[in-house]
């Protein structure tokens, strides 16, 4: 039996089409998969020059919080240390995180406020925790104290030091007195021994 000649040309040229698709597609696939592998690996630059550069935004200034704590090294620090704040500030407002610039705030507007020592190392801890959350740790389990206790030599004279550095910031204002230059923000936070975020209050 002779198959008519619309349906032999169909069985003849149907396979062709369908490979021809088929090619087609997997062309269209390869594409569409190689742009979204080159997005992929240009966010991942993109990731990697930021942190880059928030090192290196955050080290001279972390180096130096670091010395002024450090007994040999705290007139030195002193003397440099406005040197470093306004190279920090100009760049942590274009790569700090929402927290670190504004525990930054809190911190360099302090200082026109003559604060209490223990609110001044608060707001220390403050400032190094929310960069090390920004950097290295985002969910981590440490609390102030782990900030700053290791430079200071009298630590074990001041149990009350990890209270203070542990209670709610607007409550240690309170308790020491002072009238702090600064308003609590609703920026996102994370409370000591709380790795949920959420927003700072007073």
């Known amino acids: 039996m002779t198959l008519p000649l619309w349906l032999q040309i169909i069985t003849l040229v149907a396979p062709a089409a369908v490979a021809i698709f088929s090619a087609v597609w997997a062309s269209k696939s390869a594409r569409r998969a190689q742009q979204a592998e080159s997005e992929s690996a240009r966010l991942r630059a993109l990731e990697e020059r930021v942190a880059e550069k928030k090192?290196?935004?955050?080290?001279p200034f972390v180096d130096a919080m670091g010395d002024m704590l450090t007994p040999t090294?705290?007139?030195?620090a002193l003397a440099d240390f406005e040197n470093v704040i306004a190279d920090f500030q100009n760049w942590v407002i274009v790569f700090g995180s929402d927290e670190v610039v504004d525990a930054f705030l809190r911190y360099r507007t302090s200082a026109n406020g003559n604060?209490?020592?223990?609110?001044?190392?608060r707001l220390m801890a403050d400032l190094l925790m929310a960069i090390r959350r920004d950097v290295?740790?985002?969910?981590?389990?440490l609390l102030g104290i782990h900030m700053i206790a290791s430079r200071l030599n009298d630590i074990a004279d001041h149990?009350?030091?990890q209270e203070n550095l542990s209670m709610p910031l607007s409550k240690l204002i309170e308790q020491e007195g002072w009238d702090a230059p600064f308003t609590f923000t609703?920026?996102?936070?994370?409370?000591?021994?709380?790795?949920?975020?959420?927003?700072?209050?007073a």
């Open 159 to 161: 149990p009350e030091l």
């Open 115 to 121: 604060p209490p020592m223990m609110v001044t190392f």
């Open 136 to 141: 290295a740790a985002p969910d981590t389990k």
């Open 55 to 59: 090192f290196e935004v955050y080290k």
């Open 73 to 76: 090294r705290t007139k030195n």
């Open 186 to 201: 609703t920026v996102p936070t994370i409370e000591p021994g709380n790795t949920a975020g959420r927003a700072r209050q």
